[in-house]
């Protein structure tokens, strides 16, 4: 269980910087992200297909959410684009997936 304590050891202990690879992500859930990463697995992926995944409903049949949750995965390092709107999980997300969810 993550408690109010472990969030404010996490916010001494780290230092933000800008980030100038990505833009800052629209996702605003992380469950999502977690999910995300667990599904793609050794594949890579398109964000049409995290779109179907999540089963967003976009109204303009676009894949806008599965891009907003697959650059917020990127901006956190834990994959990489590999291909036109194409992603795969970089060391950093497969190791992430071997965390516990605390540590995750």
């Not at 992200?33 to 697995?41: K, P």
């Not at 179907?52 to 917020?72: E, L, P, T, V």
């Amino acid at each position: 269980m993550i408690t109010k304590q472990d969030i404010y050891t996490i916010l001494q202990e780290i230092s933000l910087k800008e980030s100038t690879h990505h833009p800052f992500p629209q996702a605003n859930k992380i469950w999502r992200i977690i999910d995300l990463l667990s599904w793609m697995g050794d594949r890579a992926v398109t964000y049409e297909a995290i779109e179907a995944h999540n089963q967003f409903i976009d109204r303009h049949n676009n894949d806008r959410q599965g891009k907003y949750y697959g650059d917020a995965s990127n901006y956190l390092q834990l994959t990489k684009e590999v291909a036109t709107n194409t992603i795969a999980l970089t060391s950093r997300g497969k190791d992430f997936l071997q965390q516990t969810p605390k540590n995750q």
